[in-house]
């Protein structure tokens, strides 16, 4: 039997809000209506349900495996709408991306307060 990841619920103030935020940064279709969640669909099959669980949120880290097209599309799309972003988690490096793992990447935080990180390249842990 196989085993793969098939989606990941994640809590949000607003999840109409932080699903439409994900889908455009990432050049994503609209998120759709998934029972009490709004769902954004990833190339690989995997789904991300957005949803308001009415406590408080604690704030998540969330890394995505992007192509060079969709690393560069994403950052002009944060850099028109003025939002932040760091080179590290740290936020001591704002406006810059790394090139670490031979690959780019950067942080920036959603609507609800979740740490997001687009990477270019897997990380590579020695």
């Known amino acids: 039997m ?6 990941l619920l994640i809590f949000a103030n607003d999840k109409y809000e932080s699903a439409s935020f994900l889908a455009s940064i990432l050049g994503l279709p ?3 209506p998934a029972g009490f969640f709004m769902a ?4 690989n099959n995997v789904i991300l349900h957005f949803g308001e669980p009415k406590i408080p949120i604690l704030s998540q880290h969330y890394a995505f495996l992007v192509s060079d097209a969709v690393f560069d ?4 799309r944060l850099k028109a709408r003025n939002i932040p972003f760091w080179a590290d988690p ?15 990447g950067f942080y920036f935080f959603d609507p609800a307060g979740h740490g997001l990180e687009l990477i270019t390249h897997p990380y590579i842990w020695e």
């Open 73 to 76: 599309a994403s950052l002009e």
């Open 30 to 32: 609209e998120p759709v």
């Open 2 to 7: 196989s085993v793969q990841f098939n989606h």
């Open 90 to 104: 740290r936020q001591q490096l704002a406006n810059e991306i790394n090139y670490e793992n031979n690959g780019r």
């Open 40 to 43: 954004v669909e990833m190339e």
